[in-house]
Protein backbone atom coordinates (compact mmCIF):
# COMPACT_ATOMS: atom_id res chain seq x y z
CA UNK A 1 0.00 0.00 0.00
CA UNK A 2 1.12 3.16 -0.65
CA UNK A 3 1.89 5.22 1.91
CA UNK A 4 -0.43 8.56 2.86
CA UNK A 5 -0.04 11.56 1.60
CA UNK A 6 0.62 14.52 4.44
CA UNK A 7 -2.37 16.35 5.24
CA UNK A 8 -0.37 19.24 7.09
CA UNK A 9 0.14 22.30 5.63
CA UNK A 10 1.55 25.70 7.34
CA UNK A 11 -2.20 28.12 7.01
CA UNK A 12 -2.58 31.44 8.41
CA UNK A 13 -6.40 31.33 7.55
CA UNK A 14 -8.96 29.36 9.99
CA UNK A 15 -11.05 27.25 7.57
CA UNK A 16 -15.02 27.70 7.77
CA UNK A 17 -16.15 26.03 10.73
CA UNK A 18 -15.42 24.61 14.25
CA UNK A 19 -13.28 21.30 14.65
CA UNK A 20 -14.61 18.68 11.84
CA UNK A 21 -14.49 15.38 11.51
CA UNK A 22 -15.30 13.00 8.15
CA UNK A 23 -15.50 10.34 9.20
CA UNK A 24 -12.40 9.64 11.44
CA UNK A 25 -10.49 12.32 9.74
CA UNK A 26 -10.36 15.24 11.23
CA UNK A 27 -9.51 18.53 9.91
CA UNK A 28 -8.56 21.64 12.63
CA UNK A 29 -6.40 24.49 13.00
CA UNK A 30 -3.54 24.42 15.47
CA UNK A 31 -1.96 27.41 16.70
CA UNK A 32 1.86 27.26 17.58
CA UNK A 33 2.92 30.09 19.68
CA UNK A 34 7.06 29.07 20.19
CA UNK A 35 7.82 31.98 22.71
CA UNK A 36 11.30 32.48 24.21
CA UNK A 37 14.60 30.83 24.70
CA UNK A 38 14.00 26.94 23.72
CA UNK A 39 10.48 27.46 22.91
CA UNK A 40 11.12 27.37 19.25
CA UNK A 41 13.29 24.54 19.10
CA UNK A 42 11.21 22.24 21.04
CA UNK A 43 7.44 23.12 19.51
CA UNK A 44 9.85 22.75 15.66
CA UNK A 45 10.27 18.77 17.39
CA UNK A 46 6.42 18.83 18.14
CA UNK A 47 5.13 20.29 15.08
CA UNK A 48 6.94 17.39 13.16
CA UNK A 49 5.54 14.96 15.44
CA UNK A 50 2.21 16.44 14.18
CA UNK A 51 3.20 16.11 10.91
CA UNK A 52 3.47 12.35 11.02
CA UNK A 53 0.47 11.64 13.04
CA UNK A 54 -1.44 13.78 10.02
CA UNK A 55 0.37 11.89 7.32
CA UNK A 56 0.13 8.41 9.23
CA UNK A 57 -3.85 8.80 9.62
CA UNK A 58 -5.27 10.89 6.66
CA UNK A 59 -6.01 14.40 9.27
CA UNK A 60 -5.88 17.97 8.18
CA UNK A 61 -3.89 20.13 10.57
CA UNK A 62 -3.68 23.86 9.55
CA UNK A 63 -0.63 25.63 11.49
CA UNK A 64 -0.05 28.82 12.57
CA UNK A 65 2.79 30.02 14.43
CA UNK A 66 2.33 33.61 16.25
CA UNK A 67 4.67 35.57 18.44
CA UNK A 68 4.07 35.24 22.59
CA UNK A 69 6.57 36.61 25.83
CA UNK A 70 9.42 38.48 25.05
CA UNK A 71 9.91 38.48 21.94
CA UNK A 72 6.15 39.75 20.87
CA UNK A 73 6.64 42.49 23.59
CA UNK A 74 10.45 43.15 21.46
CA UNK A 75 7.99 43.19 18.08
CA UNK A 76 4.65 44.84 19.06
CA UNK A 77 5.08 46.34 22.57
CA UNK A 78 2.69 43.75 24.25
CA UNK A 79 3.56 40.16 24.98
CA UNK A 80 0.29 38.81 23.61
CA UNK A 81 -0.92 40.87 21.11
CA UNK A 82 -4.41 41.18 19.73
CA UNK A 83 -3.56 39.45 16.20
CA UNK A 84 -2.22 36.75 18.57
CA UNK A 85 -5.33 36.39 20.77
CA UNK A 86 -7.38 36.39 17.79
CA UNK A 87 -5.57 33.54 16.47
CA UNK A 88 -5.81 31.70 19.61
CA UNK A 89 -9.49 32.12 19.73
CA UNK A 90 -10.15 31.12 16.34
CA UNK A 91 -7.86 27.62 16.82
CA UNK A 92 -9.15 24.37 18.13
CA UNK A 93 -6.29 23.83 19.99
CA UNK A 94 -3.04 26.08 21.01
CA UNK A 95 0.60 24.55 21.34
CA UNK A 96 2.64 27.00 23.49
CA UNK A 97 6.82 26.76 24.00
CA UNK A 98 8.16 28.95 26.44
CA UNK A 99 8.12 32.62 27.62
CA UNK A 100 10.38 34.43 29.24
CA UNK A 101 14.03 35.16 29.47
CA UNK A 102 16.48 37.62 31.50
CA UNK A 103 16.16 40.03 28.60
CA UNK A 104 12.56 41.48 29.75
CA UNK A 105 13.73 41.02 33.42
CA UNK A 106 13.70 44.62 34.57
CA UNK A 107 11.38 44.66 37.42
CA UNK A 108 10.60 48.17 36.59
CA UNK A 109 9.65 47.15 32.95
CA UNK A 110 5.96 48.04 31.70
CA UNK A 111 4.85 44.25 30.56
CA UNK A 112 6.95 41.35 31.35
CA UNK A 113 6.34 38.36 28.99
CA UNK A 114 4.51 36.37 32.00
CA UNK A 115 1.65 38.64 31.07
CA UNK A 116 0.85 37.31 28.12
CA UNK A 117 0.63 33.87 29.25
CA UNK A 118 -1.63 34.84 32.24
CA UNK A 119 -3.52 36.83 30.11
CA UNK A 120 -3.97 33.64 27.37
CA UNK A 121 -5.07 31.85 30.15
CA UNK A 122 -7.96 34.44 31.20
CA UNK A 123 -9.03 35.27 28.21
CA UNK A 124 -9.66 31.83 26.69
CA UNK A 125 -11.11 30.85 29.91
CA UNK A 126 -8.69 28.19 30.68
CA UNK A 127 -9.17 27.53 34.83
CA UNK A 128 -7.97 23.72 34.96
CA UNK A 129 -4.34 23.01 34.45
CA UNK A 130 -4.18 18.76 34.11
CA UNK A 131 -0.03 17.87 35.18
CA UNK A 132 0.13 14.04 35.05
CA UNK A 133 2.84 13.35 37.14
CA UNK A 134 4.23 9.38 36.16
CA UNK A 135 7.48 8.42 36.13
CA UNK A 136 8.57 6.14 33.40
CA UNK A 137 9.76 2.79 34.59
CA UNK A 138 12.90 3.50 32.53
CA UNK A 139 14.25 6.56 34.22
CA UNK A 140 13.15 5.85 38.05
CA UNK A 141 17.10 5.88 38.38
CA UNK A 142 17.16 9.42 36.83
CA UNK A 143 15.37 10.96 39.78
CA UNK A 144 16.73 12.60 43.05
CA UNK A 145 14.15 10.54 45.01
CA UNK A 146 14.99 6.41 46.02
CA UNK A 147 13.22 4.20 43.23
CA UNK A 148 11.05 2.20 46.00
CA UNK A 149 9.43 6.00 46.75
CA UNK A 150 8.74 6.99 43.44
CA UNK A 151 8.02 3.53 41.90
CA UNK A 152 3.89 3.25 40.98
CA UNK A 153 3.43 7.29 41.56
CA UNK A 154 0.28 7.95 38.93
CA UNK A 155 -0.93 11.38 39.83
CA UNK A 156 -3.06 13.67 37.87
CA UNK A 157 -2.40 17.32 39.05
CA UNK A 158 -5.75 20.03 38.89
CA UNK A 159 -4.81 23.41 39.10
CA UNK A 160 -6.74 26.08 39.50
CA UNK A 161 -5.59 28.80 36.95
CA UNK A 162 -7.52 31.67 36.59
CA UNK A 163 -8.19 32.94 40.17
CA UNK A 164 -5.97 33.47 42.98
CA UNK A 165 -3.11 35.60 44.43
CA UNK A 166 -1.82 35.76 40.59
CA UNK A 167 -5.39 37.32 39.27
CA UNK A 168 -6.23 39.54 42.53
CA UNK A 169 -5.13 43.11 43.04
CA UNK A 170 -2.10 44.17 43.55
CA UNK A 171 0.27 46.93 43.64
CA UNK A 172 2.77 49.06 45.26
CA UNK A 173 2.32 52.07 48.17
CA UNK A 174 4.65 54.55 49.65
CA UNK A 175 4.51 56.62 52.94
CA UNK A 176 6.72 58.02 54.79
CA UNK A 177 9.55 57.53 52.20
CA UNK A 178 8.70 53.37 52.52
CA UNK A 179 7.33 51.44 50.02
CA UNK A 180 4.89 48.42 50.70
CA UNK A 181 3.93 45.73 47.85
CA UNK A 182 0.32 43.59 48.57
CA UNK A 183 -0.57 40.79 46.94
CA UNK A 184 -4.48 39.77 47.15
CA UNK A 185 -5.95 36.24 47.37
CA UNK A 186 -9.53 36.02 45.85
CA UNK A 187 -11.33 32.73 45.37
CA UNK A 188 -15.28 32.67 44.76
CA UNK A 189 -17.44 29.62 45.36
CA UNK A 190 -17.78 29.18 41.73
CA UNK A 191 -14.28 29.36 40.58
CA UNK A 192 -14.33 26.82 43.67
CA UNK A 193 -16.77 24.62 42.25
CA UNK A 194 -15.51 24.44 38.68
CA UNK A 195 -12.45 23.21 38.93
CA UNK A 196 -13.33 20.78 41.70
CA UNK A 197 -15.39 19.04 39.13
CA UNK A 198 -13.16 18.92 36.62
CA UNK A 199 -10.95 16.73 39.10
CA UNK A 200 -13.83 14.89 40.59
CA UNK A 201 -14.89 13.54 37.29
CA UNK A 202 -11.25 12.92 36.28
CA UNK A 203 -10.83 10.95 39.80
CA UNK A 204 -14.03 9.11 38.86
CA UNK A 205 -12.21 7.74 35.40
CA UNK A 206 -8.74 6.92 37.53
CA UNK A 207 -8.59 5.15 41.27
CA UNK A 208 -11.81 6.93 42.82
CA UNK A 209 -9.72 9.15 44.94
CA UNK A 210 -9.73 13.15 45.14
CA UNK A 211 -7.02 15.31 47.42
CA UNK A 212 -7.86 18.56 47.72
CA UNK A 213 -5.36 20.99 48.97
CA UNK A 214 -5.11 24.18 50.79
CA UNK A 215 -4.12 26.03 53.75
CA UNK A 216 -7.54 26.14 55.52
CA UNK A 217 -6.13 27.08 59.13
CA UNK A 218 -4.37 29.86 58.16
CA UNK A 219 -6.26 31.27 55.08
CA UNK A 220 -10.00 32.32 55.07
CA UNK A 221 -9.96 32.03 51.21
CA UNK A 222 -8.74 28.11 51.73
CA UNK A 223 -11.79 28.12 54.55
CA UNK A 224 -14.16 28.71 51.61
CA UNK A 225 -12.68 26.69 49.39
CA UNK A 226 -12.41 24.03 51.90
CA UNK A 227 -16.38 23.91 52.66
CA UNK A 228 -17.09 24.84 48.81
CA UNK A 229 -15.21 21.51 47.80
CA UNK A 230 -16.59 19.71 50.46
CA UNK A 231 -20.08 20.25 49.02
CA UNK A 232 -19.53 19.88 45.78
CA UNK A 233 -17.83 15.92 46.38
CA UNK A 234 -20.67 15.05 49.29
CA UNK A 235 -23.59 16.04 46.89
CA UNK A 236 -21.93 15.47 42.94
CA UNK A 237 -19.39 12.93 44.00
CA UNK A 238 -20.11 10.87 46.60
CA UNK A 239 -18.48 7.68 45.55
CA UNK A 240 -15.06 9.36 46.07
CA UNK A 241 -12.97 8.62 48.26
CA UNK A 242 -12.15 12.02 49.41
CA UNK A 243 -9.33 13.95 51.63
CA UNK A 244 -7.96 17.21 52.76
CA UNK A 245 -4.65 17.83 53.07
CA UNK A 246 -2.56 21.14 54.45
CA UNK A 247 -0.19 22.57 51.20
CA UNK A 248 2.68 22.47 53.91
CA UNK A 249 2.14 18.94 54.71
CA UNK A 250 1.40 18.22 51.03
CA UNK A 251 4.96 19.10 50.15
CA UNK A 252 5.87 16.36 52.25
CA UNK A 253 3.85 13.66 51.31
CA UNK A 254 4.88 14.19 47.33
CA UNK A 255 8.77 13.10 48.69
CA UNK A 256 7.79 10.62 50.88
CA UNK A 257 4.81 8.61 49.94
CA UNK A 258 3.66 9.91 46.14
CA UNK A 259 2.32 6.53 45.54
CA UNK A 260 -0.68 7.28 48.04
CA UNK A 261 -1.93 10.07 45.78
CA UNK A 262 -4.59 9.91 42.40
CA UNK A 263 -5.95 13.26 41.56
CA UNK A 264 -4.84 16.53 43.62
CA UNK A 265 -7.06 19.50 43.22
CA UNK A 266 -5.51 22.89 44.25
CA UNK A 267 -5.61 26.86 43.87
CA UNK A 268 -3.41 29.05 41.49
CA UNK A 269 -0.64 29.12 43.53
CA UNK A 270 -0.19 26.21 45.67
CA UNK A 271 -0.50 24.31 42.46
CA UNK A 272 2.23 26.01 41.21
CA UNK A 273 4.51 25.32 43.76
CA UNK A 274 3.63 21.80 44.33
CA UNK A 275 3.77 20.94 40.25
CA UNK A 276 7.23 22.19 39.85
CA UNK A 277 8.52 19.90 43.48
CA UNK A 278 6.24 17.32 41.70
CA UNK A 279 8.25 17.57 38.60
CA UNK A 280 11.25 15.85 40.52
CA UNK A 281 9.56 12.39 41.23
CA UNK A 282 10.44 11.77 36.70
CA UNK A 283 13.70 13.24 37.22
CA UNK A 284 13.39 16.43 35.09
CA UNK A 285 11.06 19.11 34.04
CA UNK A 286 11.82 18.45 30.56
CA UNK A 287 9.54 15.02 30.56
CA UNK A 288 6.31 16.78 31.71
CA UNK A 289 3.73 17.83 29.41
CA UNK A 290 0.52 20.13 30.78
CA UNK A 291 -3.09 21.07 29.78
CA UNK A 292 -5.60 24.03 30.55
CA UNK A 293 -8.89 23.85 29.85
CA UNK A 294 -12.23 25.55 30.07
CA UNK A 295 -15.68 24.91 29.70
CA UNK A 296 -15.43 25.95 25.63
CA UNK A 297 -13.13 27.01 23.08
CA UNK A 298 -9.50 25.84 22.45
CA UNK A 299 -7.48 24.02 24.93
CA UNK A 300 -3.89 25.09 25.94
CA UNK A 301 -1.15 22.70 25.88
CA UNK A 302 2.22 23.13 26.90
CA UNK A 303 5.40 21.90 28.99
CA UNK A 304 5.60 22.86 32.24
CA UNK A 305 8.90 24.45 31.97
CA UNK A 306 10.52 27.89 31.42
CA UNK A 307 12.12 28.96 28.52
CA UNK A 308 15.82 27.94 29.96
CA UNK A 309 17.64 30.58 28.37
CA UNK A 310 21.05 28.99 29.57
CA UNK A 311 20.56 26.69 27.19
CA UNK A 312 18.87 28.27 24.31
CA UNK A 313 20.01 28.19 20.73
CA UNK A 314 22.63 25.06 21.86
CA UNK A 315 20.58 22.49 20.50
CA UNK A 316 20.46 20.34 23.93
CA UNK A 317 16.89 21.13 25.03
CA UNK A 318 14.50 18.28 25.83
CA UNK A 319 11.37 18.17 23.42
CA UNK A 320 9.48 15.38 25.22
CA UNK A 321 7.92 17.33 27.22
CA UNK A 322 6.41 19.20 24.41
CA UNK A 323 6.19 16.56 22.48
CA UNK A 324 3.46 14.64 25.43
CA UNK A 325 2.02 17.97 24.64
CA UNK A 326 1.25 17.48 21.73
CA UNK A 327 0.02 13.89 22.38
CA UNK A 328 -2.69 15.82 25.01
CA UNK A 329 -3.69 18.42 22.93
CA UNK A 330 -4.69 15.55 20.22
CA UNK A 331 -6.34 13.50 23.29
CA UNK A 332 -8.41 16.79 24.82
CA UNK A 333 -9.15 19.43 22.28
CA UNK A 334 -9.23 16.98 18.83
CA UNK A 335 -10.25 13.55 20.74
CA UNK A 336 -8.31 11.48 18.61
CA UNK A 337 -7.28 8.74 21.26
CA UNK A 338 -5.62 6.47 18.97
CA UNK A 339 -3.24 9.30 17.42
CA UNK A 340 -1.99 10.18 21.25
CA UNK A 341 -1.64 6.76 22.56
CA UNK A 342 0.72 6.38 19.67
CA UNK A 343 2.55 9.20 20.61
CA UNK A 344 3.07 8.23 24.33
CA UNK A 345 4.05 4.98 23.32
CA UNK A 346 6.35 6.26 20.76
CA UNK A 347 8.32 8.35 23.30
CA UNK A 348 8.04 5.30 26.63
CA UNK A 349 10.36 3.12 23.99
CA UNK A 350 13.25 5.41 22.88
CA UNK A 351 13.37 6.20 26.43
CA UNK A 352 13.12 2.31 26.94
CA UNK A 353 15.91 2.42 24.08
CA UNK A 354 18.18 3.85 26.07
CA UNK A 355 18.33 7.40 24.55
CA UNK A 356 18.55 10.02 26.88
CA UNK A 357 18.71 14.17 26.52
CA UNK A 358 21.08 16.06 28.55
CA UNK A 359 18.76 16.40 31.55
CA UNK A 360 17.73 12.77 31.69
CA UNK A 361 21.47 11.97 31.54
CA UNK A 362 23.43 9.46 34.06
CA UNK A 363 26.90 10.05 34.65
CA UNK A 364 28.83 8.69 31.83
CA UNK A 365 25.98 8.02 29.69
CA UNK A 366 26.03 9.28 25.86
CA UNK A 367 22.93 12.37 25.39
CA UNK A 368 21.50 13.31 21.95
CA UNK A 369 20.25 16.37 21.14
CA UNK A 370 16.58 18.21 20.56
CA UNK A 371 16.47 17.34 16.83
CA UNK A 372 17.94 14.10 17.44
CA UNK A 373 15.87 13.04 19.76
CA UNK A 374 12.81 14.60 17.42
CA UNK A 375 14.25 11.83 15.35
CA UNK A 376 14.08 9.24 17.66
CA UNK A 377 10.31 9.82 18.33
CA UNK A 378 9.54 9.93 14.79
CA UNK A 379 11.20 6.73 14.08
CA UNK A 380 8.94 4.88 16.82
CA UNK A 381 6.02 7.01 15.44
CA UNK A 382 6.67 5.37 11.97
CA UNK A 383 7.75 1.67 13.39
Not at 96 to 119: N, Q
Not at 179 to 200: C, D, G, I, L
Request: include cysteine; glycine fraction near 10%; proline fraction near 6%.
Amino acid sequence: MAPLQCCLFISHHRCDGPEREKGNIVDANIVLLPGDGIGPEIVAQAERVLQVVAEQHGHEFHLSSHPIGGCAIDEFGDPLPESTLKACRESDAVLLGAVGGPKWDDPHAKTRPEAGLLKIRKELGLFANLRPINPNPALLDSSPLKRHIIEGTDILFVRELTGGIYFGDSGVQEKDGEKTAFNTMVYSQSEVKRVVRVAAAAALKRRGKLTSVDKANVLEVSRLWRHTAEQVVKTEFPTLEYEVVLVDAMAMHLISRPRDFDVVVTGNMFGDILTDEASMLPGSLGLLPSASVGESGPGLFEPIHGSAPDIAGKGIANPLATILATAMLLRHSLHLETEAAAIAAAVTRVLDAGHRTADIARSGETSVGTVAMGDLVLVELAS
